[in-house]
């Protein structure tokens, strides 16, 4: 049985990677978001919606509602009603703090309890979370090539000490 406790430390140290996408989103161009700059992709802000929407929020919602929603349609409105920087990352925020406040109230119960997923095969709040971080590292790879791609030098994928105080480390 995986406890609550595990999982909000998995939970905490997502919280802290979490920070630093959260920089490399805001070094986007705010003129190429909807640009292309790796062939037959997503675009930055879709990638981006992906990454928050569906992997950071609706994946921690599924553990609550014991199914995971497929969020192709939403993102694809999203994306058309996101227009700047700004807004991208306020979405960013909205869809973290919706994910983190559904974390402080799961349950054992909850966590431990079988997932309908989308794509075929079912899961436990654990295997939901595992997911959601695997995810989260793949994109957020994919984000620092569109950043290269788009002439952005991106900072270190392990800078965690130049978090916001939010999504800093709590440990020594």
Not at 112 to 132: C, E, M, Q, V, Y
Not at 133 to 146: A, D, K, V
Request: aromatic share 10%.
């Amino acid at each position: 049985m995986f406890t609550k406790a595990a999982f909000e430390s998995a939970w905490d140290y997502f919280r802290v990677v979490n920070g630093v996408g959260l920089r490399a989103v805001a070094l986007l161009p705010e003129d190429k978001l909807d640009s292309h700059p790796i062939p037959n992709m997503r675009s930055p802000k879709e990638l981006v919606i992906h990454m928050y929407g569906t992997i950071v929020r609706s994946l921690m919602q599924g553990i609550v509602d014991g199914r995971i929603q497929d969020e192709d349609a939403n993102e694809r409105a999203t994306a058309a009603r996101i227009k700047t920087r700004a807004e991208l990352l306020a979405y960013c925020r909205s869809c973290w703090d919706d994910a983190a406040k559904i974390v402080a109230q799961l349950t054992d119960e909850q966590i431990n309890r079988k997932i309908t997923t989308p794509w075929g095969h079912d899961w436990d709040g654990r295997i939901a979370l595992r997911t959601s971080n695997h995810e989260y590292w793949h994109h957020r790879g994919q984000l620092y090539c569109y950043l290269r791609a788009l002439g952005v030098a991106p900072h270190s994928l392990y800078d965690t000490k130049n978090n916001d105080p939010e999504f800093a480390e709590t440990h020594a």
